[in-house]
């Protein structure tokens, strides 16, 4: 079992301490933070992320890297990735998340599911309590998938529901039904699943308060242990993106927005989902902790088509199509660019995504990585933030106050 750098710190005075006093005093507080939403940084601590492009369909909105189809494509990209996850295989850091993330990765066969776990538990050490999430669409979902994820390891499964209007599905080009959705999360949670989250969108075209809150009662009447609502981007070259630029298609006005946004902290608040950053909601001990590692600007290892690496300040990302990135394993130039960060930027990104925390940004954190000198570098943009009401500084952290959060993205510009 990893040290818990509570008790690393306190090792001289352990000294003379039995072994099975010690181990019993680490196991405790790691069982402690085991239960609280955010887990301590952890350097150590490394996630792997896997891309899967695969979808039953193309959703409207989605500019990800992903096709409709490709069944032919699954077995030589699965092998590509094989190969890059061994290419990569060359620390001794212990991995503590694992995500399949897509596109759809629940459509892959579920023995492709078991051999990318079972290759990344070869290739890399795991904490015993790691997270293994995939995403999952509820067309997907069926008991015997569910049950081969559990053997493969998987602990859990982040639904892609998005709404629970039949019209709402359809203009997003959803294959599923709002019916289908619930019957998959109860297959899901029939399976054994103990740990899943639900992504959901507001802000859509046409969407209406009361249509809106009604997607979120029936999802919540779900009982998930997690939740995600993101407002919809219309992101360039998607159809949706397209539809708004043209002026074909008009989506809500950003007080509207907000509206929606007032309507799901009012429902949110008394079931039992604590929001812990700017668009996701979990019950105690149930934060996503591969988000977490994005959100601290921790370091990760992305395999697949279009999936991004960050490995101290060294940011890399893959060729975007499938077809290019297999092509690209056989080359032997699979990456399509790399950056290295100034500490300029890896400052101010850690501020930014930091910020997007409810409980902000522990100074800890911060002065471990840039000295305590550093906070100086961001003290004109901070001071602007703290004048407008936006920020709150404390000896312990700096996070949004509640005004704060829903600006984050133009501090999160400002600090970059």
Known sequence: MRRHPAITALTPRLRGWDHTTVRALNEAVISLDSHHDHPPHDDADLGLYIHVPFCVSKCAYCAFSSMAGGARLMEPYVAAVLREIDARARTERMVSSLYLGGGTPSLLPPTAVATLVRHCRRAFPFTPDAELTIEANPETVTPERVNAWLEAGITRVSMGIQ????????????????????????AIRAAGVRNINVDLLYGLPGQTVEAWRNTIRVALDLASEHLSAYALIPESGTPIGSAVSEGRLALPLDDVVMAYEDVLHEALSPSGLTRYEISNYAKPGFACRHNMLYWRCDDWLGFGASAHSHVQGQRWWNR?????????????????????????????ETLAFGLRMVHGLPRRLFVERFGRDAWTARNDELTRLLDHGLLEDTPQTIRLTTRGLAFADSAAALLI
Do not use: K
């Not at 209007?165 to 997003?172: M, R």
């Not at 080009?173 to 019957?183: I, L, Q």
């Not at 399509?336 to 400052?347: I, K, P, S, V």
């Open 163 to 186: 709404s629970l209007d039949d019209q709402e599905l359809l203009s997003l080009n959803r294959p599923h039904t709002a019916g289908r959705a619930v019957a998959a999360f109860r």
């Open 320 to 348: 975007f199509e499938a077809t290019d990135y297999i092509q690209g394993i056989d080359r032997g130039d699979v990456v399509a660019g790399r950056e290295e960060l100034t500490l300029d930027q890896r400052l101010g």
